[in-house]
């Protein structure tokens, strides 16, 4: 029998989330202006100073080819990926494509919403604070086994997390998570 990778019930409520929107939106300004300046590489007059006169319209349509290449090639990485997460008796369910995981509750011991917070003034080496949900698992293999989900963080602390792009997804998250298993949210 196939492992169930969403929950069966209707009724949970999915949160969603797209990412790569403005990286695809750049690669395609990217393809666009150099595509028509390599389509088009002889339009205008360059000045009488200009060094521009001396380059051949075929170099330079080779050369804004390879730039509007480079932004095809820039969209095609980064097409938006629709992620949903849903939240019922068995877990925090993630599926963003054909990736999918749950992350059950008995593997908990804690969960919490984090706050993004700017880097602290005067003080170089301070970094921003990115949204996330912070987990506390029961036992050491938990970033393995959802290595593809959550990073640990950078000190000896067991605590886990996974970021979010903003933190209405984590105040959504964290609501579920709330009105299913508030015995877990500190």
Known sequence: MP????PADPETTVIEYRTGRWAFIGGLALLVVFGLAAVFPDVGHPSASSRAKNIPPAA????????ALGGLLVMIGSVPRMHRFAVDQRGLWWRAGRKSDLIAWEELRAVRGREPRPPVKGAPNSKPVLPALVFTPADGRFAT?????VKPLPDANPEVELRLPNFATVRQLTQEITRVRPDLLH
């Open 3 to 6: 492992e169930q990778t969403w």
């Open 60 to 67: 330079a349509s080779l050369l804004f080819g390879a730039l």
């Open 145 to 149: 086994r959802h290595s593809m989900l």
